[in-house]
């Protein structure tokens, strides 16, 4: 099972089959395994490359939608996108393996007792996580809520050399990092905030402010925008926010919502990032160039005159 299937059933069902009745949904996703394992047409048209992964969802949706519990559903079709089409029969028992055990010792106990991942696996698995976070939430503006929560936070962290140094303090048990983020924001900010940030903090973080920044990042992400990280010398009044928004949505060919901070340290215009995409138009990069230009062509005059 891929580490980001994992996160997400967790997420979705990590809190519902360790509660009452919950061992129904383990016995649920038990059946869909064996239908499809059992079921010769079935299994082949979900396991073949050549059908799309939607078709395939849909053949799933409409078979299991008014028989299985909607969570059950919601697992085995991300499933079906997240997992190799031949997988898909050995991924579907794995997901009742593992929706057993969440049953029978609870999200806590299964995530300590598993292998520690390594830093892209984990990425994987706290990416599934979100998702089913995200994908849970009913309304867009309560997205955006969770993503302003996610980037304060992420601020104070960013500003706060010791609490970053508490948090992401290696010889503390996660567990320990994580009472301390209940103590921080428990009350002040929503659950499934809450929750977000907790799983960061479970794996090997190097740069904690970085891999919150991430989250905040999915959170935009999960209302269809792409966060631009915006760094200005000084105030950027509401026109000049909406032309650099503008120009950004045409160069990405998608929405792009602005997260700006003042850093005067520039000392003028602004570094605009974008995923991968840096636009660094501060007057402190153009007076480096200017610097580094200068300095090029005295070192060419001089080796002119030798």
């Given at each position: 099972?891929?580490?980001?299937?994992?996160?997400?059933?967790?997420?979705?069902?990590g809190?519902?089959?360790?509660?009452?009745?919950?061992a129904?949904?383990?016995?649920?996703?038990?059946?869909?395994?064996?239908?499809?394992?059992?079921?010769n047409?079935?299994?082949?048209?979900?396991?073949?490359?050549?059908?799309?992964?939607?078709?395939?969802?849909?053949?799933l949706?409409?078979?299991?939608?008014?028989?299985?519990?909607?969570?059950?559903?919601?697992?085995?079709?991300?499933?079906?996108?997240?997992?190799?089409?031949?997988?898909?029969?050995?991924?579907?028992?794995?997901?009742?393996e593992?929706?057993?055990?969440?049953?029978?010792?609870?999200?806590?106990?299964?995530?300590?007792?598993?292998?520690?991942?390594?830093?892209?696996?984990?990425?994987?698995?706290?990416?599934?996580?979100?998702?089913?976070?995200?994908?849970?939430?009913?309304?867009?503006?309560?997205?955006?809520?969770?993503?302003?929560?996610?980037f304060?936070?992420?601020?104070?962290v960013e500003?706060?050399?010791?609490?970053?140094?508490?948090?992401?303090?290696?010889?503390?048990?996660?567990?320990?990092?994580?009472?301390?983020?209940?103590?921080?924001?428990?009350?002040?900010?929503?659950?499934a905030?809450?929750q977000?940030?907790?799983?960061?903090?479970?794996g090997?973080?190097?740069?904690?402010?970085?891999?919150l920044?991430?989250?905040?990042?999915?959170?935009?992400?999960?209302?269809?925008?792409?966060?631009?990280?915006?760094?200005?010398?000084?105030?950027?009044?509401?026109?000049?926010?909406?032309?650099?928004?503008?120009?950004?949505?045409?160069?990405?060919?998608?929405?792009?919502?602005l997260?700006?901070?003042?850093?005067?340290?520039?000392l003028?215009?602004?570094?605009?990032?974008?995923?991968?995409?840096?636009?660094?138009?501060?007057?402190?990069?153009?007076?480096?160039?200017?610097?580094e230009?200068?300095?090029?062509?005295?070192?060419?005059t001089?080796?002119?005159?030798?």
């Amino acid at each position: 099972m891929h580490p980001s299937l994992r996160g997400y059933v967790t997420a979705v069902i990590g809190d519902a089959v360790a509660q009452d009745g919950g061992a129904q949904l383990a016995d649920e996703l038990n059946a869909v395994a064996h239908l499809v394992s059992r079921t010769n047409d079935l299994a082949v048209t979900l396991t073949d490359f050549g059908v799309p992964v939607p078709a395939r969802q849909a053949v799933l949706s409409d078979l299991l939608s008014s028989r299985v519990h909607p969570l059950v559903l919601r697992v085995v079709l991300w499933a079906v996108q997240s997992e190799r089409a031949d997988d898909l029969p050995t991924v579907l028992h794995e997901l009742f393996e593992y929706a057993h055990h969440l049953q029978a010792l609870g999200p806590d106990q299964v995530r300590a007792e598993e292998p520690v991942y390594g830093r892209t696996a984990w990425r994987h698995y706290a990416s599934g996580y979100a998702a089913g976070v995200f994908e849970a939430v009913a309304q867009t503006a309560e997205i955006e809520d969770m993503e302003d929560e996610l980037f304060r936070f992420t601020r104070i962290v960013e500003a706060n050399p010791e609490l970053r140094s508490a948090l992401a303090d290696p010889t503390v048990s996660p567990a320990g990092r994580q009472a301390l983020l209940d103590n921080l924001l428990g009350g002040k900010v929503r659950l499934a905030t809450l929750q977000l940030a907790k799983v960061v903090l479970e794996g090997h973080v190097r740069d904690l402010v970085a891999a919150l920044d991430w989250l905040v990042e999915q959170a935009a992400r999960a209302r269809g925008w792409r966060v631009a990280r915006v760094r200005a010398a000084r105030p950027i009044d509401d026109g000049e926010q909406q032309a650099l928004a503008g120009a950004l949505e045409r160069l990405t060919r998608q929405p792009v919502e602005l997260q700006i901070t003042e850093d005067p340290s520039l000392l003028g215009g602004a570094v605009v990032q974008v995923g991968d995409l840096l636009v660094d138009a501060s007057a402190e990069h153009r007076i480096a160039q200017l610097e580094e230009h200068l300095l090029g062509a005295e070192g060419t005059t001089r080796g002119i005159g030798t």
